[in-house]
């Protein structure tokens, strides 16, 4: 059975003993196991995704940056990367809107029992601030912080500057290939142990969240999926079609375990590892590329985020009885995109976004109490729009830049995660073993 398969499995195990466990109301089940054991195992997890990220992210754009073979083509990635990815968030969030505002959620709510306390409104930051700090001052802090704008722009900063030292630079670009490969070798040790660590997340989220949260405000979590699954089925999927001429359905299915886990985690940067995996291994999309879209895109393009605001604030103008008209909207759409550059993708920032969106447009932020309840569960399925959103963007620059293989592509079994993966070679093994045992020093004559 393949990994992929073994993951699903343990998701839809999670949702269903999570929910079982919810019905239940036992104390020493919800403290010990839920709030324990799954809490436990999930967060280790997630952790040991998380620490993947940073090197992965650096090891992989110093090689991406070496490996591109002309530095102009590097501006050109980004600027087509950054403009797919402004464009994608922006169709996004107005084909959300438009939905909404045709079904119409929020009418006729009856406001009661919110507890609205402990919301408070965050300030956007400039646009001026958002770009003056992608600039670091010290990169080691960037790396410890995990800013991810400031690793990308230090790292290819440091990457350009290899290439133009030319040959000088030879071991330091094979070393750096080395430890990507080492990074990847610890992403499929991570990901052997997927099925339980997803198992605990859904299992731990599902215990937690009660059906009763959702019945409310069904409308808006309605209107919320639907434009989600439009943008990720039907959007997206025809701009890659359209584009690129590769079959939706193919890519879907070889992007199924990164949705699986940027779903478990609700976080796009601790996906990265596994979403580049899934984007150079099974797509075919060059390292080159990848390096650089991807962790970008997780930390800049945030489609599914975005539709989120557009559904909530017209839930919300609905809900308060507040016309904001075609003007209020547009301030919506700039908002959202603006606000998605500078934050990186975290559980729950979509949130933090979206006070900023409605003091900006002035609805009044205590109604995010009235969605916060369901907000878990749709910063999963944003997320794991979010991601393909990445890599759909990732894919088309690739195809563009002629740094596709569409041989990976087209093989169903490429990249596949086996357990061949993670053996180890004795032969290999006793040779290492004997590099690295102290040579006997050269006794000194009598
Ligand atoms: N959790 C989302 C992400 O990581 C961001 C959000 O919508 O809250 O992409």
Redesign the pocket.
């Known amino acids: 059975m393949s990994l992929t398969m073994k993951i699903l499995i343990g998701m839809l195990a999670g949702v269903v003993v999570g929910a079982a466990i919810n019905t239940l109301d036992n104390a020493f089940v919800s403290d010990v196991v839920v709030g324990g054991f799954f809490a436990m195992i999930g967060t280790m997890f997630v952790n040991a995704l998380k620490m993947l990220v940073v090197p992965l992210v650096f090891f992989s754009l110093v090689c991406g940056v070496a490996g591109i073979g002309d530095i102009r083509v590097l501006g050109r990635v980004g600027t087509k990367s950054f403009g797919l990815y402004i464009f994608t968030t922006a169709v996004a969030i107005a084909t959300a809107i438009l939905l909404a505002l045709v079904i119409g959620p929020g009418q006729g709510f009856e406001m009661q029992g919110i507890d609205a306390s402990g919301i408070t409104a965050k300030e956007a930051p400039s646009v001026w601030e958002v770009f003056a700090n992608i600039v670091p001052t010290n990169p080691i802090q960037a790396f410890a912080s995990g800013e991810m704008l400031q690793i990308i722009f230090y790292t290819i900063i440091l990457g350009v500057a290899v290439v133009m030292l030319g040959d000088q630079s030879a071991s330091f670009v094979r070393a750096c290939e080395y430890m990507n490969e080492v990074m990847m070798k610890i992403v499929s040790i991570v990901m052997a142990f997927a099925p339980y660590g997803v198992f605990c997340l859904i299992a731990k989220t599902f215990a937690e969240q009660g059906i009763d949260l959702f019945v409310p405000v069904l409308a808006y979590v309605g209107t919320l999926v639907g434009a989600l699954f439009l943008h990720l089925f039907v959007t997206l999927m025809i701009l890659l079609k359209l584009t690129t001429g590769l079959n939706p359905l193919t890519f879907m299915k070889k992007m199924r375990s990164a949705q699986i886990f ?1 779903f478990s ?7 990265i590892p596994v979403t580049l995996q899934c984007i150079t291994e099974r797509i075919g999309v060059k390292n080159s590329v990848a390096s650089f879209t991807i962790p970008f895109g ?1 930390t800049i393009n ?1 489609d ?2 975005a539709i ?1 605001q557009g559904v909530a604030t017209v839930f919300l103008a609905n809900v308060y009885g507040i016309e904001l008209g075609i003007s209020g909207y547009l301030m919506v759409i700039a908002m959202a995109v603006l606000a998605s550059i500078g ?11 979206l006070t900023m969106v409605l003091n900006q447009v002035g609805l009044p932020i205590e109604g995010i109490a009235l969605i916060l309840g369901v ?1 878990r569960l ?3 399925i ?2 794991a729009v ?2 393909t959103g990445d890599a759909v963007v990732s894919t088309i620059v690739a195809k563009l830049e002629g740094e596709f293989d569409p041989a990976v592509f087209g093989d169903p079994n490429a990249g596949i995660e086996s357990e061949r993966d993670l053996e180890i070679d004795p032969a290999a093994e006793e040779r290492l073993a004997g590099a690295a045992r102290p040579h006997p020093r050269p006794q000194p004559a009598e």
């Open positions: 940027a985690t609700a976080s796009s940067n601790a996906t997780a945030m599914g985020t989120m934050t990186a993708g975290v559980p729950g920032v979509g949130l933090v976004m907000d749709m910063d999963m944003r997320t979010n991601i």
